[in-house]
């Protein structure tokens, strides 16, 4: 296969109440690649996850997996879809029936898809292994293991299948720092074993950071970068993936004098800001900003940028030194109002 495996091609989704949640989204990911999906709450990270397991549905724009439109994909065989492209949630176990043992939650899809039973067990006692989860687990309900484990089992579930695409919304939130990283591992090993493809959501950076190839910045619906990790976060080119990635002082501890605080609420995707969407809580906002909304568009690193400035160019390098001297004497103890 030579063309993405996954391809968005300027997808909005208007929820009713015309809440524009994704606004032109344009995203192509590779087979055997990890993107990961940050921004703000609200900003659509979400939204784009249902669509592309084909839980809600693009307004406009088309989804296509190796080529194919989703919506013919589905049509034309919905279990097989479901086994190729799986949704990994933050509370998939506690949402389980917990009057099941996880034994009997883990051989219900068996059945659902018509596999042998024997096999799916197999399947199981292997994915255990590999999951490093003792087969006591099994004889267990879902709220007698503990946070780690059941993460796990939700995991097995998500991989019973042979999915070739895991779309994982939030998979570490909530855990201990310790087991956020041993499941990081853990992720990063399936990929490589079982030849999958991720999009990863998280609001840790550092989880991302770890584990994405590239990091896609999402805004009130729109993406404002799309970049390799590394060159995200050496050097960011949109001012918002700069306020975001300075409210982690973790990430570069030299960079917190440099700290952005952003000023002002988000705005609501139901009235987005004319101009840059970004605008009103920019530091370096200028009339054109205002006035002409940014496209994304290519950098001559291989990045995407929606910005008339960008920090990669000397205009906006420039003004973002300038704003960060304005903010650097704000105490570091200050409430972040992106944290
Ligand atoms: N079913 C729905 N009907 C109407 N509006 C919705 C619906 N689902 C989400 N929204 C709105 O769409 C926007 C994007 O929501 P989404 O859940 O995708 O954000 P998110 O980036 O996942 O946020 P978070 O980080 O809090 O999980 C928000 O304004 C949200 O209120
Ligand atoms: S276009 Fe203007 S307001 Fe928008 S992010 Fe770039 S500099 Fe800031
Ligand atoms: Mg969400």
């Known amino acids: ?33 990890t993107v990961g999906l940050v921004g703000e709450s609200g900003s659509g990270k979400t939204t784009l996850c249902r669509v592309l397991v084909g839980l809600a549905e693009a307004t406009a724009g088309t989804v296509a997996i190796e080529g ?31 009057r099941m043992r996880i034994g009997r939650l883990l051989e219900e899809p068996l059945a659902i898809h018509g596999m042998d039973l024997l096999a799916g067990r197999r399947r199981i006692a292997d994915l255990l292994q590999r999951l490093g989860l003792p087969q006591g687990v099994l004889d267990k309900y879902p709220h007698q293991v503990s946070g780690g484990q059941a993460r796990r089992v939700a995991i097995l579930r998500a991989l019973m299948l042979g999915p070739s695409i895991i779309v994982a919304d939030e998979p570490t939130a909530g855990l201990d720092v310790s087991v956020q990283g041993d499941l990081i591992n853990l992720l990063v090993e399936l990929r490589g074993d079982l030849g999958l493809t991720y999009l990863i959501v998280s609001h840790n950076l550092n989880v991302i950071r770890r584990i994405a190839d590239r990091t896609v910045v999402m805004y009130l619906g729109q993406i404002v970068e799309a970049a390799p990790t590394t060159a995200l976060f050496s050097g960011p080119a949109h001012p918002y993936s700069a306020a975001l990635l300075s409210t982690n002082p973790a990430i570069d501890p030299r960079r917190r004098r440099t700290r952005i605080v952003l000023e002002g609420e988000i705005p609501s995707v139901v009235s987005p800001p004319p101009g840059c969407r970004f605008h009103t809580r920019c530091p370096i906002a200028a009339a054109r900003c205002r006035a002409e909304e940014p496209q994304l568009r290519p950098l001559p ?5 929606r910005c008339h400035f960008p920090l990669t160019e000397p205009e906006g390098a420039a003004a973002f030194a300038a704003a960060a001297q304005r903010h650097a004497n704000v105490p570091a103890d200050r409430p972040r109002p992106l944290a």
């Open 301 to 305: 690193d291989g990045r995407q940028v």
């Open 68 to 98: 194919r439109p989703l919506d013919a994909l589905i049509a034309a065989d919905p279990l097989a879809f479901r086994r190729k492209v799986q949704l990994l949630l933050q509370d998939a176990v506690a949402s389980l029936s917990p």
């Open 1 to 33: 296969m030579t063309g993405p495996l996954i391809s968005l091609a300027d997808v909005s989704l208007v929820f009713d109440g015309n809440v524009g949640a994704l606004n032109h989204i344009s995203l192509d990911i590779a087979k055997g690649e």
